[in-house]
């Protein structure tokens, strides 16, 4: 991987923020989810992989309706962003790199991952439009495939597009 892409601790950001989408840029490359985690104080913030932490059961095994699972399992990559005093420039104070899980590189993956999903607000409107007028979920789908130049260019799916 490009070295200008991976965290480290001489990297400056403008704001949070603009921390936030270089290590959602990064995480897009390696293949996991990334989520915004806790904050720490007025001028921090943790980025962590979206596998991270444990999730802790209400009910017993026998008692559970339906067996749906969590996505989480533990994972400790991370980066913790912080804002110079006097509001100055935003850096990293910690990086983490270890998964615990297997990591998916190819764009066909990352893709589809929340995380990374990117809504155009002119596809969007279209898809509005169309199901507006009542423009079968099947239909918009082919139109968008048309207009993305293929399924492997478009971040929707058809779930997606049903939810709206």
Known sequence: MDPEVVPNFE????????????????AWL?????K??????TTGKDFCCSLEGKHNTKVQDG?????????RDGCKAMVCAREARGGGRVFFTRIVFEHNHKLNPTPSMTKRMRAHKVEDPSVMNLVDTMLASQVPHPNVMRVLR???????????????????
Do not use: I
Not at 30 to 34: D, I, K, L, M, N
Not at 147 to 162: C, I, K, M, S, Y
């Open 11 to 26: 990297m400056r950001f403008q704001s949070l923020e603009h921390a936030f989408l270089f290590y959602r840029k990064y």
């Open 30 to 34: 390696a293949g996991y989810p990334v």
């Open 36 to 41: 915004k985690n806790r904050k720490r104080g």
């Open 63 to 71: 008692d559970r309706k339906t067996s749906k699972t969590s996505k």
């Open 146 to 164: 048309s207009v993305a130049g293929g399924v492997e260019n478009l971040h929707l799916t058809e779930r997606d597009v049903q939810n709206r």
